[in-house]
């Protein structure tokens, strides 16, 4: 458990799924730091400090990855696939935050190294709740220590 706060790497491309997702994390007053980034390409390049992340100071090491599953260029479950073969980012937990309600989906998604699966709510106030959930759920567990 930590009462440091933790930073989250939120991948998002849907621009009205990314504003509802920022205003619940203010609207619940989340102390944690919320990165966002918009496609699994962006993603492994902040996370492998590539590009524009090449300083450590604009990508700090995220203590909990939100994955969207359906991302251009590289989708979430490629993404999960290639956090596992690197053994410097493996550790990271990941939450699945997906539309998808396939059982398959669900399972593949814990078959590549998903830490958790939620089916994104419909409804503003449902989110809401969820993304308050997640931040807490995150505060009861020890996260990995981050690596510069």
């Known amino acids: 458990m930590t009462d440091e706060p933790i930073v989250f790497l939120l991948v998002e491309d849907s621009e009205h799924d990314l504003l509802a997702f920022q205003r619940a994390w203010r609207d619940n007053d989340i102390a944690h730091e919320l990165r966002v980034v918009r496609d699994g390409r962006e993603c492994l390049d902040?996370?492998?400090r590539r590009g524009p992340y090449r300083r450590p100071a604009e990508a700090p090491r995220p203590g909990?990855?939100?994955?969207n599953d359906r991302l251009p260029r590289l989708d979430g479950q490629a993404v999960l696939a290639r956090l596992q073969e690197d053994t410097?980012?493996?550790h990271i937990p990941v939450i699945l935050?997906?539309?998808?309600?396939?059982?398959q989906k669900e399972l593949d998604s814990y078959d590549r190294g998903a830490n958790a699966y939620v089916v994104k709510p419909m409804t503003y106030e449902?989110?809401?709740r969820a993304v308050l959930r997640l931040s807490r759920f995150w505060e009861m567990v020890e996260v990995p220590e981050a690596s510069p």
């Open 88 to 90: 410097d980012l493996s």
């Open 64 to 67: 909990v990855i939100v994955l």
């Open 97 to 103: 935050f997906t539309t998808s309600e396939s059982e």
């Open 126 to 128: 449902d989110l809401s």
């Open 46 to 48: 902040y996370l492998r």
